[in-house]
């Protein structure tokens, strides 16, 4: 089945220190990539996407994504995080529907604590 | 407004009762979806509309579930006979193009709980 996994569900880490969070799709073919960030209490909102051209895209609050087609991921990464990144990330592939427009697939998200 | 709005934000109903869940898209946004997010897991499609136009219902989980938008805009979940497995947070997003390729808006959901 087409899935998008998230290998870490819960990531505890102290202020200024590195993050990175894993993603894997397996999809073939065109895929457009998204980084989704939920804070508590708040709504859903993008923090970074790829479409096409440079595999390595920035996007808010200084983070990034490295988009790697032979390994089928797009880990995100923050060198120094804050303890306001304090949040729920999710991964997504948006697919192209059959009758028409696209649907976002997402991964069981990561629940990242950073504790000052 | 300036967001995706979603009400009521928080809905308790009895198993067997009937739900309708309202999303006001913005303004303006060609595209609509709707999204179920169960306890610990990520968003999962549901349906998607271009304008008045149901596209995709490939998602729905059964034929309780109901969605419309009838004239383009506010949309509506409808879910009839509830039962226990229903209850999660149910999403609305919508974007600005007719194919629904770019930046999607969340609102912030409705918690569905059936007791």
């Known amino acids: 089945a087409q899935s998008v996994s998230q290998h870490n569900h819960h990531v505890i880490l102290s202020e200024a220190a590195s993050l990175e969070l894993g993603c894997n799709y397996s999809?073939?073919?065109?895929?457009?990539l998204f980084w989704y960030v939920q804070y508590p209490g708040q709504h859903l909102q993008l923090l970074l996407k790829?479409?096409?051209?440079?595999?390595l895209v920035k996007g808010i609050k200084g983070f990034e994504a490295e988009f790697i087609k032979s390994k089928f991921s797009f880990n995100l990464r923050k060198p120094s995080v804050q303890w306001s990144d304090t949040a729920e990330y999710f991964c997504?592939?948006?697919?192209?529907?059959?009758?028409?427009?696209?649907?976002?697939?997402f991964g069981t998200g990561t629940q990242l604590k950073v504790e000052l | 407004g300036a967001g995706v709005s979603q009400s009521p934000r928080y809905k308790v109903a009895k198993r067997g009762q009937d739900v309708a869940l309202r999303c006001d898209p913005i303004?303006?946004?060609?595209?609509l979806f709707w999204y179920q997010q169960a306890l610990g897991q990520g968003p999962e499609f549901l349906t998607y509309?271009?304008?008045?136009?149901?596209?995709?219902k490939s998602g729905l989980p059964s034929d309780r579930f109901f969605a419309e938008r009838p004239e383009g805009s506010v949309s509506t979940l409808k879910i009839q006979r509830t039962q226990q497995e229903d209850s999660a947070v149910y999403l609305c997003?919508?974007?600005?193009?007719?194919?629904?390729?770019?930046?999607?808006?969340f609102g912030q959901g409705t918690r569905l709980t059936v007791v």
């Open positions: 997003a919508s974007s600005l193009k007719r194919t629904g390729a770019d930046e999607a808006f």
């Open positions: 999809y073939g073919g065109t895929v457009n």
């Open positions: 790829y479409f096409s051209g440079d595999p």
């Open positions: 997504a592939v948006k697919r192209r529907l059959t009758g028409g427009g696209n649907k976002l697939t």
């Open positions: 303004s303006g946004h060609v595209s």
């Open positions: 509309f271009q304008n008045e136009a149901q596209l995709d």
